[in-house]
Nanobody
Framework: VQLQASGGGLVQAGDSLTLACSVS????????TGWFRQAPGEERVFVAA????????FYADSVKGRFTISRDNAKNMMYLQMNSLKPEDTAVYYC???????????????????WGQGTLVTVSS
């Protein structure tokens, strides 16, 4: 499985931005993908995840109601629509994939098998 994230940039607080992640080599075995972010000097933290079969979604409390994760099975793409961005959303955003995923583990970055390169999102105040 290979992933490639894109769409980061510099925006102002309150703006919206959509990240994309291309996913190649996806399997049908309970496949899930997620977004994580890492601010300078901090640990990588969970943002959102989605199961490709059924489309169940999961969010960190800090982004609920502002961010929306989605996927396009036909295009093998995952997206993160980010609205009402705040300066504290500034981070490098990574996409990740897990084959044989179980819901209860999706928020742990150690759980994922495959990672894409990050894309930087900077939100100015």
């Amino acid at each position: 499985v290979q992933l490639q994230a894109s769409g980061g940039g510099l925006v102002q607080a309150g703006d919206s931005l959509t990240l994309a992640c291309s996913v190649s080599g996806r399997t049908r075995n309970s496949f899930a993908t997620g977004w994580f972010r890492q601010a300078p000097g901090e640990e990588r933290v969970f943002v959102a995840a989605i199961k490709w079969s059924g489309g169940a979604t999961f969010y960190a409390d800090s982004v609920k109601g502002r961010f929306t994760i989605s996927r396009d099975n036909a295009k093998n793409m995952m997206y993160l629509q980010m609205n009402s961005l705040k300066p504290e959303d500034t981070a490098v955003y990574y996409c990740a994939a897990k084959v044989g995923a179980i819901n209860s583990a999706l928020s742990s970055h150690n759980y994922y098998d495959y990672w894409g390169q990050g894309t930087l999102v900077t939100v100015s105040s």
